[in-house]
């Protein structure tokens, strides 16, 4: 049966148009799912102002049925098998007559039973009872309670259509009674729908100036902009999130094109297309990489004849225009390297300093990287960079434009004349700003983003403040996504133990844990950071498991190792690897660790285990320092067949006790040497 439910709203922003629709597809589907009806094709549709859920739905619940078993049957029936009062109360307890009975063969021996069908609840009559609690239940990013609604809720609810097998669903939230009604668009079609299907509903609200399905609204933006572009030869600064808000942002999109002075063409792209994208978003029209002095902007609306949407909006840009052309020639006025003294009036975290303080803490560990990963003929330029990568923050177009953090410092420098690795640097330095963003396309700008970064996991884990699934202050699990992204983005291998060493020793006693309590959460932290990253990669859960629990050490060595494993995983000797390791890991569970004595080996096979390990790991040791783990791997699987020997021929847990401490030894080193490339232990033997 065909169902459709539309919660009419009054404006909702993008970010909860996109919560409510996703928590009602998946709710519905796991409610119906869960009492047993069958979901087909459930999916979801909406605009600013409407939640819409449509699918097929079975008519009813399936039909239930149990055994239920009563009295044994030699108390039930008499030898000359006639029914016994157990018998007869049993079946008049169920609502059934005593011929009706069946003999049921239980583990426990022959019971008299039956078995019951009980037929399914109507859909209809299931949905009236879980769509209130379902409607009630969505969160949004900013909720209030709005006129007499006792719910929290995004907007305030102006109807609720709701059919199932084109007959109305008879519920209410909170007053507001469902209803076979729709209405048309807000301004051209307020009036009052009456709807029977799905397809007549889409029908009637297109006719009233209503597109439902955002791909529709998308498809009819981009054909209407590349209509407006033909007039200029132009085309549209890419900008996708702010394509993703406007196709939600309007039920009927009507594109405009509008122009402003060429003046304002001296002032970056960077700055106008902010300037036009913030408070009235706004595209840039741009030919190759230089702004055209045009627009484009999707109104709600049909059309605009007398041309007054579009001169509001150059009026307002124009204004905005004026304003960050004053801030660009007054922000010049003064170098960044002088505005650098202006940032001990900047906190960044009361008990972590000022931004004079964070900088200084940036060039100590970006020069350190720097070291690290071979970049010594940049040094000087990244150190120049973490001097002025924050000085941008005292500008008056970072105060106007916070989103031009970084861009405009190093847009600044570039104007003061330094060299393409300090601007570009400075540039970049605040990507990614999430994992659909790309990372520095410099080494300078990577290794301060990395710097920066870190300073501020560190230093704010350091001092207390807690991060939870809904609280996230400082952005510090984009932060630390950002840096893993770093890392395998360039290919950069260093320690990530010696870098959190070295940052701890920078901050010294600011810090209110001890270091090795920061050293161990920032691990762990980083830990599920880079469990996230993986699996959202595809890759299986028990092999990133695997590499993760060998140590984060080197995090380009980690992606590295699970490519490995995840390459060789169909081989013919990776599950007996597995099994071995499964095996000597069983064995060595909750021991301490014991020295290794080569002249207390007395059987054969475990001087030949002996003498496997060390030629193996003379081999392999070279090989994971340099990162070829595909290599190391196969040389390990080499000593399965040593170890399936030992097993076989040597009882690890002798009675004299130097005996079995040696050869738990000799076994812990197997497995500290197949820990170079993963804890093949936490794998799982498919079947």
């Known amino acids: 049966m065909e169902f459709l439910l539309e919660i009419i709203t009054e404006e909702m922003p993008y970010s909860h148009v996109k919560a409510g629709l996703s928590q009602l597809e998946k709710g519905l589907a796991q409610k119906l799912s869960g009492v047993d009806v069958d979901v087909e094709n459930i999916q979801s549709l909406g605009t600013c102002r409407r939640l819409v ?48 009975l069946e003999v049921i063969n239980t583990s426990k021996g022959e019971y008299v039973g039956l078995k019951k069908v009980t037929q399914g609840r109507s859909t209809r009559e299931i949905l009236t009872e879980i769509l209130p609690p379902l409607i009630t239940s969505l969160s949004f990013p900013k909720m209030m309670r709005w006129g007499e609604w006792s719910v929290r809720f995004s907007r305030p609810v102006k109807n609720i259509l709701c059919l199932l097998g084109q007959k109305p669903v008879p519920f209410q939230v909170d007053g507001v009674e469902s209803c076979e009604f729709t209405y048309g668009h807000k301004i051209h079609f307020p009036q009052k729908i009456k709807v029977d299907s799905f397809t007549q509903y889409q029908e009637v609200l297109r006719e009233k100036k209503v597109m439902v399905d955002p791909n529709e609204r998308k498809k009819i933006i981009l054909h209407q902009i590349k209509k407006r572009l033909s007039s200029v030869e132009g085309e549209l600064h890419p900008d996708e999130p702010l394509m993703e808000k406007l196709v939600y942002d309007v039920e009927n999109p009507y594109v405009f094109l509008g122009s402003f002075p060429e003046s304002y063409l001296e002032l970056p792209l960077e700055v106008l297309s902010t300037a036009m994208k913030e408070g009235q978003r706004l595209f840039s029209v741009v030919k190759g990489k230089k702004q055209k002095p045009y627009f484009l902007g999707v109104a709600d609306h049909d059309r605009d004849p007398k041309g007054l949407i579009r001169q509001g909006n150059e009026r307002v840009l124009k204004a905005r225009l004026d304003d960050a052309q004053f801030f660009w020639n007054k922000d010049r006025e003064v170098s960044l390297k002088e505005r650098i003294s202006q940032l001990d009036n900047i906190l960044f975290q009361e008990k972590l300093g000022t931004y004079q303080d964070k900088i200084q803490r940036i060039e100590n560990i970006a020069v350190y990287l720097a070291n690290k990963v071979e970049a010594k003929k940049i040094k000087e330029a990244v150190g120049e960079a973490a001097r002025l990568c924050k000085s941008d923050l005292t500008t008056e177009m970072v105060r106007e434009f916070s989103s031009l953090q970084g861009i405009m410092g190093g847009l600044y420098v570039r104007k003061e004349g330094y060299s393409s690795q300090v601007w570009k640097g400075i540039y970049e330095h605040y990507r990614p700003s999430g994992l659909g963003e790309d990372s520095p396309s410099t080494l300078c700008g990577a290794l301060l983003s990395i710097a920066d970064k870190i300073d501020s996991v560190v230093g704010v884990l350091g001092v207390g403040v807690e991060v939870s699934g809904s609280k996230d202050p400082f952005g510090l699990r984009r932060s630390a996504q950002g840096i893993c992204k770093i890392i395998l983005d360039k290919k950069l291998s260093f320690s990530f133990y010696l870098l959190l060493d070295k940052v701890l020793r920078i901050y010294g006693n600011k810090l209110e844990k001890s270091k090795k309590e920061v050293k161990d959460y920032t691990l762990s932290f980083f830990k599920d950071r880079l469990q996230y990253m993986f699996e959202q990669k595809g890759y299986r859960y028990d092999l990133v498991q695997a590499v993760l629990n060998s140590g984060i050490e080197n995090i380009y060595h980690i992606f590295l190792r699970l490519e490995s494993i995840d390459k060789l995983k169909d081989s013919a000797q990776f599950e007996p690897m597995m099994l071995i390791a499964k095996r000597i890991n069983n064995i060595l569970r909750e021991h301490p660790r014991y020295r290794i004595n080569p002249e207390l080996l007395e059987e054969r096979e475990e001087r030949e285990l002996y003498t496997t390990y060390q030629i193996l790991k003379e081999n392999v040791v070279p090989l994971v320092e340099k990162g070829n783990f595909t290599k190391a791997q196969r040389i390990l699987f080499r000593i399965r067949n040593p170890v399936d020997r030992f097993f076989d021929h040597v009882m690890v847990m002798d009675k004299d006790k130097r005996l079995q401490r040696n050869r738990m030894a000799l076994l812990q080193d197997v497995r500290n040497l197949l820990m170079q490339v993963a804890d093949y232990s936490q794998i799982v033997i498919e079947k």
């Open 53 to 100: 859920v449509y699918g097929e739905l079975a008519p009813q619940q399936k039909d239930k049925e149990e055994q239920v078993v009563g009295p044994p049957r030699a108390a039930a029936f008499t030898p000359e098998n006639q029914p016994t009062s157990a018998a007869k109360g049993f079946a008049r307890s169920q609502g059934v007559s005593v011929d009706q």
